[in-house]
């Protein structure tokens, strides 16, 4: 697996207190992404970086921020956390190239919102 | 933005027997299409990709196949194992900077 660690791996928490995420990587690769994974929604994208300080939204990106201000950390913060956003949540990163574009996940971050 | 559908979202064969499972992308300007397989409570792992500009890729007992026209792409795994069982996801990228996935097919290789 690439040098890609999320922590914490679990966590509950309750509705309305602010969690944040963490994604640290090795690879000193230049993008990294977090997802959400739901039963029958597949990997949605949440915010992505293109590089330190540089971020964009995905998809599914109302009720989280992200920063990123260094090349190996990626934090995914969800402000006032819903029962919506219990989810399964991986941290990817890749380093497009001319000829590759490949995207490697974490080990994924259980958050259960009560 | 760019929609992936994927078929079917289950699928059980026969030791030994060959799978398939079908995506179509909406974005004509994708041009990058990866295969995830995902085991329970795994990460997903890339098992095979390819881009716009080849038709089809071979690994071992796993290929893809590209119709840029039609805009649909495949996932074929041949002479299937147990170990095979997984969900698997297909994604679609134009930029590598996002990539959109479908919903995942959940594979049954019964022995």
């Known amino acids: 697996d690439a040098g890609i660690t999320q922590s914490p791996r679990h966590k509950v928490t309750e509705t309305g207190t602010p969690v944040t995420l963490r994604c640290h990587q090795t690879e000193n690769h230049r993008y990294m992404y977090w997802y959400r994974q739901d039963p029958g929604h597949g990997l949605r994208l949440i915010h992505y970086s293109y590089g330190v300080k540089d971020t964009d939204k995905g998809e599914v990106s109302d009720g989280y921020s992200v920063s990123r201000s260094k090349t190996e950390d990626f934090l995914l913060t969800l402000e006032s956390a819903t029962s919506s956003q219990t989810s399964v949540y991986f941290c990817?990163?890749?380093?497009?190239?001319?000829?590759?574009?490949?995207?490697?996940f974490g080990p994924g971050t259980r958050l259960t919102v009560t | 933005g760019e929609n992936v559908e994927q078929h079917p979202s289950t699928l059980s064969v026969q030791e030994g027997d060959s799978a398939v499972i079908k995506c179509t992308y909406s974005?004509?300007?994708?041009?990058?299409f990866p295969w995830y397989k995902q085991e329970l409570g795994k990460r997903p792992q890339l098992i095979i990709d390819i881009r716009s500009n080849v038709g089809e890729k071979k690994d071992q007992r796993i290929a893809v196949t590209l119709n840029k026209t039609a805009k649909h792409f495949s996932l074929h795994i041949t002479e299937t194992q147990p170990e095979d069982s997984a969900v698997y996801f297909c994604?679609?990228?134009?930029?590598?900077?996002?990539?959109?996935f479908g919903t995942g097919t959940s594979l049954t290789v019964i022995p």
């Open positions: 974005d004509s300007a994708s041009n990058y």
């Open positions: 990817a990163i890749s380093e497009r190239t001319s000829g590759s574009n490949e995207q490697y």
């Open positions: 994604a679609a990228s134009w930029t590598g900077n996002q990539f959109y």
